[in-house]
T-cell receptor, first 114, second 113 residues
């Protein structure tokens, strides 16, 4: 079974600083996709960033970027210039390519200190 | 505005009653999904549908049922057979095919007493 590990239940960062959230996963598939979603207190799940496993280049979306290490099955999220609105639960979610099913980790709760 | 709506936001039911959660999307997506979220856990897939009139069980389908009669709608029924139905339920949709991102609705908090 595919598993996802987010080893940091909680993280804290100062406003304007940089923070990295870690994620490792296990998969036997060669073609797959990886996502980070954030869930603020409203509980709406919001897509943060998407990475295709066949691409070596790390995805970037404004202040959000990933460090994708395919051989190590690692997919960390870096948030630069952290803002108060970044405070949320962040979920790493690989997608099973064959069935299009997302597998969610248990999440990392990020607090942003002013 | 395109998006996914779920109603109601909060739902209360007595044990032993079936309850149906609504999910509607106007994104013209073929695929729709239902997830359950419990405290301290990530989302777990209940059912998904890649096309109208077809759906498949996810990882925790026992005690739930769905229908997909229209492209825009994917209602979820929580039956009395579901042993622990109190949870936060999220509906999502995506384009069909491999690798497309899923977009989520605002969720329904179901409390069964």
């Amino acid at each position: 079974a595919q598993t996802v590990t987010q080893s940091q239940p909680e993280m804290s960062v100062q406003e304007a600083e940089t923070v990295t959230l870690s994620c490792t996963y296990d998969t036997s598939e060669s073609d797959y996709y990886l996502f980070w979603y954030k869930q603020p207190p409203s509980r709406q799940m919001i897509l943060v960033i998407r990475q295709e496993a066949y691409k070596q280049q790390n995805a970037t979306e404004n202040r959000f970027s990933v460090n994708f290490q395919k051989a190590a099955k690692s997919f960390s999220l870096k948030i630069s210039d952290s803002q108060l609105g970044d405070a949320a639960m962040y979920f790493c979610a690989p997608l099973r390519g064959a069935t299009n099913k997302l597998i969610f980790g248990t999440g990392t709760l990020l607090a942003v200190q002013p | 505005d395109g998006g996914i709506t779920q109603s109601p936001k909060y739902l209360f039911r007595k044990e032993g009653q079936n309850v149906t959660l609504s999910c509607e999307q106007n994104l013209n997506h073929d695929a729709m999904y239902w997830y359950r979220q419990d405290p301290g856990q990530g989302l777990r897939l209940i059912y998904y549908s890649q096309i109208v009139n077809d759906f498949q069980k996810g990882d925790i389908a026992e005690g739930y049922s769905v229908s997909r009669e229209k492209k825009e709608s994917f209602p979820l029924t929580v039956t009395s057979a579901q042993k622990n139905p109190t949870a936060f339920y999220l509906c999502a949709s995506s384009r069909s095919g491999t690798g497309y991102e899923q977009y989520f609705g605002p969720g329904t908090r179901l409390t069964v007493t």
